[in-house]
């Protein structure tokens, strides 16, 4: 993010995969596109669970999914989203959630 733009609104996601091969492919697909304006920024990363429960978190804006699993192994996905403001972040967390849901879908359609 190079720009001067001001996003006082921010919010982080994590989820946890089976594996940190989900993740890689889930981040993959999701973060290809980029917003259309640049009033919201996105960031991705693979993370292990332990990092998650660490105290770097701020446990009021954070939805977290836990399912138990290896703390050691990176494969839990963190996205980070900035925005202008609260609509403009409502709409890039709803339309990312959205693609993580048909991403999922894929996932489980394809499975072995």
């Known amino acids: 993010m190079t720009d001067n733009i001001s996003r006082p609104y921010k919010s982080t996601v994590h989820i946890a995969l089976p594996s940190n091969q989900y993740a890689q492919h889930l981040k993959d ?13 996105k960031s991705f990363s693979i993370v292990t669970s332990q990092e998650v429960d660490g105290s770097d978190v701020d446990r009021g804006n954070d939805a977290i999914i836990r399912d138990g699993g290896d703390a050691d192994e990176q494969r839990v996905l963190r996205i980070n989203f900035m925005a202008t403001d609260a609509k403009m972040l409502r709409v890039a967390m709803s339309t990312t959630y959205d693609m993580i849901n048909v991403a999922l879908k894929c996932f489980q359609e394809f499975e072995e």
């Open 29 to 41: 697909v999701v973060s290809v596109d980029e917003e259309v304006s640049n009033k919201v920024f």
